[in-house]
């Protein structure tokens, strides 16, 4: 079985970016071929500052690694570091239907924000599908909201190979429901367009006054909360607290007499002792850069053993060689 899963450089990595891809693909590398990589050509559509893309890199290079990512069970590489997705990303644009593309609901919602609409925009589910395709992908680890991207490199793959016979496996989702979408500090969706983040690495001052300022309703300590699993802290704290603590304040908010201060400073201890040993971990990391580089160009050399092979079946059978 191999694993394929890849992660935006846009800004600092959260518990949204943790919970929904990280952790799933981390596991995985225990349960397959692992290939994982940094998708800074994807980021080009958001993010337009050279030197911010290339620390951003750097951060999310070092980020995985101190959060259990092993280059000796996954292979980890920077997507621009393999020009063979681009050019596989031209071969399957010539068979995308454009109304295939126009029902993404990435592009719609992206605009809706204020990001400029531009061809990269609009064509990003065709290069995901080159990620995915590229590397004879079985599973994909996505959050639920990239869910449909997959189902349209399926679909792509079905029309290549109707077109010019098998060439690509095809690749199925694979979602964890429990956090398949995690809740930012204002209940939506965590993600950095919206500013709602908890970042994994932050620092611990600004980090602990951001999840103080969560937002509560106004009934007070005593009064029972029969919607206690509705709760933002509750549910963030399930994440990051054991099973046993989480349930025990669910049960204690419940119940009443547990105050939304407390819940507040339970969230933010159990945040900062989940990730003690990654932040040791990536200390150690940014104090050996060399290590993180040779990691990610060892990495691009056996993703692109596999990633010619595949690209020069494609070729062949569209006729290109």
Sequence with gaps: MRILSGIQPSGALHLGNYF?????????????EAFYFIADYHSMTSLFDPEQRRRNTL???????????????????KQSDLPEVTELSWLLSTLTPMGLLERCHSFK?????????????FAYPVLM???????????VPVGRDQKQHVEVTRDIAIKFN??????????????RESVAVVPGIDGQKMSKSYGNTIEIFGEEKATRKRIMGIQMDSRTPQ???????????????????????????????????LGYGDLKKGLFEHYWNHFA??????????????????VLRDGAERARSVATVVLQKARRASGLC
């Design 109 to 121: 919602d992206k605009t809706a924000r204020g990001i400029s609409a531009s061809h990269g925009l």
């Design 223 to 257: 009064e029972p909360k029969p919607d206690a699993d509705k709760n933002l802290a509750i549910q963030l704290l399930k994440l990051v607290a054991p099973e046993d603590v989480g349930v025990d304040f669910e049960r204690r908010l419940r119940e009443g007499g």
């Design 277 to 294: 040993a990654a932040r040791a971990k990536r200390a150690e990391l940014a104090g050996n850069l060399d290590y993180v580089h040779q």
């Design 20 to 32: 929904g891809m990280m952790l799933p693909a981390i596991e995985l590398q225990e349960r397959g």
């Design 59 to 77: 951060d999310v290079a070092i980020d995985f690694l101190a959060c259990g990512l092993d280059p000796a069970k996954s292979v980890f590489w």
């Design 162 to 175: 109707e077109t010019y016979g098998a060439t690509f496996v095809m690749p199925e989702p694979q979602i």
């Design 129 to 139: 599908a080159a990620d995915i395709l590229l590397f004879d992908s079985n599973i």
